[in-house]
């Protein structure tokens, strides 16, 4: 047997069993420990490093393992209760199935995909003896969210076999990428070189497809031209295959290279789109409608993309020619671009004419263009004087998105009411071309507040359909409206002379809502595990919480108001002394701070 208590470092340890593992399973240096001795470290090592030792283990003597496990199930379950930080673990073992729960922030709800599955991935280390594999979180219910049907990923039903697969995955990528460091440019002028010749490619492709489209509307001969435009679009695809990489971009030991990581959506959202573009067109030319929604959603979101990707090359400190040659594929590419999206538009919805000519249509798209944002300002004519409104004069686009913007000097946001008899007035919007709706609010000397609200079309879809049929059963799900900043860009769709107001940031103000979610916390620890057995981990954590409350109230003291920090303290002292911090609590606090500050 390994003498456990031998080994220094039990970190360092079990990833180098891990290693020998993947390589040859006969190499398992866990095959015959002392998995007693294991535990008696097991508060002295992290916790990823004894789940992995216990799933060799498992993979080199499961009797050995499952009689230890049998022994010392409940030690084990009220270890990984501790070490995850959750506040219910336990078996079913009708399902055969472990459920874990845990506390989760409501600031920190977008990590609760990652938090449970990294608490799965070690308790299935731990116990890979379960068919399934359960995690759920508790959070914070905000009232201003209530209406919102908000995805909830820290919910996870994982089958043992996803996450064993996962366990593999580091391994995996270690491997690959030892075998792509062979494949890469030589320098970084040699990769630049390259990706310019793509992007000249590109230009190339798009004017002979615009020359193609021309001359189908000017109902001429374009055989020759449909040979041509197939031939570039061959010679871009070959572009795209076997790409080398950037140079050091696949270490299997080295650190991560930032100028490849963002290379990625830079080369997903445009050099991609526009092959996928390219693919789809022929679809386009036929006006099949799938296509030809395809192929519109790939070239508009190569067309967003374009800003950032010229962003991106600006930032590699580009000099002499390479500099000169960039700003000339920028130019290049934004014309073309635009060119080949308002032919597209024109070529869907005009059939041949011998009397064609090219010139006319970029002012058939601007005219198209000025005809939508005119039809909504006249059906929303009434707003004027109801809502004092201000017109736009152009879209605002957001990415893929256009977005119709509107501005109200008389408009309460806060006021449910005003806000569901706006979604009627609005109603027409429905039948717009816009993807989606955006009120700003100024006040009286045209400074615009940062803050605005933005309605999806579908939103105004759902409720006229809901009164045309009267089904109130009809669900709206994740089409409500909700915030969003203000931006500059936005602004520049009104005329006169507007102007954004700053916005305030205090991160005071911010210590105080975290303040208050420190002490839900608080209230839910000394809830869900007064009974705890483990009356240490109760303790721990409570003082926990309690430390990180204490550091941001001194931080908050020489910077607030006397009235406010004695709020704040008052608060919490209330609840360390024994009084409930619920969900209302909770937004009252809120609520609050927002009425002080806002």
């Given amino acids: 047997k390994q003498d456990i208590k031998d080994i220094l470092d039990i970190d360092s340890y ?10 040859d399973n006969s190499m398992n240096l866990a095959l015959n420990i002392n998995i007693g001795d294991l535990w008696e470290r097991a508060e002295e090592s992290k916790l990823e490093s004894i789940s992995l030792i216990m799933y060799l283990c498992f993979c080199g003597n499961r009797n050995l393992y499952e009689n230890f496990v049998n022994k010392n199930l409940s030690i084990i379950l009220n270890y990984l209760k501790c070490k995850t930080f959750s506040y219910t673990l336990y078996v079913n073992k009708g399902e055969n199935a472990i459920y874990v729960k845990y506390i989760l922030k409501q600031s920190e709800i977008k990590k609760g995909n990652d938090e449970s599955v990294s608490r799965l991935k070690n308790i299935c280390r731990m116990l890979p003896i379960y068919e399934k594999y359960y995690s759920d979180a508790i959070t914070p219910k905000l009232e201003i969210l209530e209406g919102y049907k908000i995805p909830d990923d820290a919910h996870k039903e994982m089958p043992r076999k996803n996450l064993i697969i996962m366990f593999h995955q580091e391994f995996n990528s270690l491997w690959i990428k030892t075998i792509q460091s062979n494949y890469e440019f030589d320098s970084i002028a040699e990769w630049i070189e390259y990706w310019f010749n793509v992007r000249k490619c590109i230009c190339e492709n798009m004017v002979k497809l615009n020359m193609f489209m021309y001359q189908i509307l000017g109902k001429k001969q374009a055989k020759k031209m449909a040979i041509a435009v197939d031939r570039k679009r061959e010679e871009y695809q070959n572009l795209l295959c076997g790409i080398l990489s950037y140079p050091k971009e696949y270490r299997p030991f080295g650190e991560v290279i930032e100028i490849p990581k963002k290379f990625k959506k830079i080369q997903q959202d445009y050099f991609t789109s526009i092959k996928n573009f390219l693919e789809q067109v022929i679809g386009l030319l036929k006006k099949e409608e799938k ?23 600006q930032n590699l400190s580009l000099e002499g020619e390479d500099f000169k040659e960039h700003l000339k594929l920028c130019e290049n590419e934004i014309k073309i671009i635009e060119e080949s999206y308002m032919c597209c538009k024109y070529y869907l919805e005009h059939n041949g004419d011998r009397y064609f000519n090219k010139f006319q249509v970029k002012n058939w798209y601007l005219s198209k263009c000025k005809r939508e944002i005119e039809k909504v300002n006249l059906d929303f004519i009434d707003m004027k004087e109801k809502y004092n409104a201000i017109f736009p004069i152009k879209a605002y686009k957001e990415e893929i998105y256009k977005e119709y913007p509107i501005i109200f000097k008389n408009f309460d946001v806060t006021n449910a009411e005003v806000m569901q008899e706006f979604i009627i007035d609005a109603i027409s919007f429905a039948d717009s071309t816009f993807d989606y709706l955006i009120v700003s609010i100024c006040d009286e000397k045209n400074y615009i507040f940062p803050g605005a609200i933005k309605f999806s079309k579908r939103l105004f879809e759902f409720v006229k359909e809901i009164l045309i049929s009267g089904n109130q059963d009809i669900e709206v799900g994740t089409s409500m409206p909700y915030p969003i900043d203000t931006t500059e860009e936005m602004i520049k769709c009104f005329e006169g002379n507007w102007k954004l107001k700053e916005k305030v940031k205090n991160s005071c103000i911010d210590n105080i809502y975290n303040i208050a979610e420190e002490l839900w916390i608080y209230s839910k620890i000394r809830k869900l595990l007064r009974e705890e057995e483990n009356t240490m981990y109760y303790i721990d954590k409570l003082k926990e919480v309690e430390d990180k409350i204490e550091s941001m109230k001194k931080e908050i003291i020489c910077h607030l108001d006397t009235k406010i920090i004695k709020y704040v303290i008052n608060l919490c002292d209330k609840v360390y002394e024994g009084a409930s911090f619920g969900d209302r609590e909770f937004n009252e606090t809120i609520k609050e701070i927002q009425e002080k500050y806002n």
Avoid at 296 to 309: D, I, P, Q, T, V
């Fill in 291 to 313: 296509n030809t929604r395809l192929a519109l959603f790939n070239l508009k979101k190569a067309k967003a993309s374009l800003g950032l990707m010229h962003v991106f090359f």
């Fill in 14 to 23: 079990s990833i180098i069993a891990d290693w020998l593992y993947n390589m």
